[in-house]
Structures are given as C-alpha cells and as structure tokens.
C-alpha cells in the first residue's frame, strides 16, 4: 500500500510541474563547471571567426604580394607578345612589343625641326653682336628652339612604351590581346603577378583585437593542396568596418616553398595564442564577445 501510495504522490507531483511548464531532469552524473565552460566556448562562433581544434579560426586567400595590369597609351599595332597566360617570367623580360615606325618617323622630324631652329638662334645671336638684330629676334628664335626640343622629349617619352618589359619575375595570369591588333590606349594588355611570396589575406571579428597581433603564428590548412603549414601575421590592418565588424589581417607563410598559388583559399587556425594574450577566449570575458563563464 504504501509503495502504490509513493507512485501516487510522484506521479501527481509530475502533472502538476509538466501543467506548471517545468520539466525535471535527472543525470547520473552531473557536468561540472569547467566541462560546461569547455561545452560552451567549443561552439563559439562569431562574424567570420569560428572554434577549431582548441583555437579559433577564420577563412582566408592566397594573393600575390604583386601583381598588375599591363597596358599602354600608345595606339599602336602589336607586334610582339611571347608569353602566353600561364608562362613564367624573368625580371627584364619582353612582354610586348609595338609598331612604332611612325613614333620614329615624328622623332626625326621633330628633331630635324629643333636642329634647324637652334641655327636660327645661334644666327640671330651672332647678327645681335653686330647689332644687325634685335634682342626681341634672338629671344623668340631661342623660344622656338626650345619648343622643338620640348617635342623631341614628348616623342621620347612615347617611344619608350614601344617595348614593355617586366618590372619583376612571376607569370602571366591572363592576356587579353593577340599579335598584329591595335588595343585601345589604356586597356590592358596582360595581367601579371609575382608568385612569391604568397600573402595570405584574413578577415578577422575586430574583437579578436583583444589577443591577436603581429608575429602571431598559426596553422593554415589550404583547400586545394589538403595540407597544413605555419604562417605568421605580418600586418594588421587600421581600420575595422563598421558594418560587419571586422578587420583586414596580412600573413605570410613560415616556409617560401609552399606549393600554392594565388587565388587558393583555406583555414587558419590560431592553435597557439599564448592563452595569457587570448584572455577573451579563455576566460571567456567580452574581450572576444562572449559572456563571462566565471558563474559555471
């Protein structure tokens, strides 16, 4: 009677705590403060940054510390062009060659015109000695000469676009006209980069300001190539956004013979954060935007 008296008794408790919107559990073996605290900060993920392996992690790119758009004012037919997009390069190279015989055609006619015009002034010079001439004679033969040489510096200037030659060694990304066209004057004509070294490009939550800094290493696993390798911050960036809260971080990698190439992406983890840096993430304080676990 008494043991159908006590299921009774609970069982009516428990009706009365489900109608009441309560609900009891009972574990076999209670979670601890820290094990909690542990729960908690393995599911932390805030903006891009996210929890990996005991460190957080963030998503990032593989660029090219260098890279450009060729192009030219001039508009004149392409001659030369002996890389093709994918062609490695040498500092010095030649990248592309013009048709410039009537560049050549206008620096010896402008140079024809300052030669004739410098005896002019040298004439009139010597005729004001005489007093055969006038200094007005002299001064506008001596401005005439000096436009003309003007214009042989202008042809000059043009001439040395004649020839493009690499400003360093890396490889063609793409190329964007063929031999014997006439490209419109400042539409590029090649991209070009300088595959080493790689920078590694992050947006990191600019909470993470708290811990992160330069010389910082840590791990970035490349998508593409399925392996890790270490890296280093070099350059932190000065300005957060003020929309996604977030903030631009430069790396680069500990080893110079990483088989990447610009444009791969991957994961970098910071494994070792020096945890007395990182007091956001480990004590859990809002440094990294999490609430304080120290109650847990």
Known sequence: MKMIYIKKVLMSALITQMTMGYTYHIYAQPVGAKEQKRNFISSFDQGSGSQQNNGPSIRGVIISAKKAEVSTSLGARVITLPFEMGDHFKKGDLLAEFDCSQLKAEYNAVKAAHHSLSLVQQNNEELLAYGAAGVLDVETAKADAARASAEIDAVK?????????????????ARYIDPFETPTPGTPLLSIIDNAPLEIQLIAPSKWLGWLSVDMSFSFSIDEVGKTYKAKVVRIGKSIDSVSQTINIVALFADDQVPAISGMSGTAIFLDTKRSNAKGFENGNSEIGMPNLGGL
């Not at 690499?166 to 990304?173: F, M």
């Open 157 to 173: 200037a043009q001439m040395r676009e004649c020839a493009i030659y690499a400003p360093y060694t890396g490889y063609i990304v």
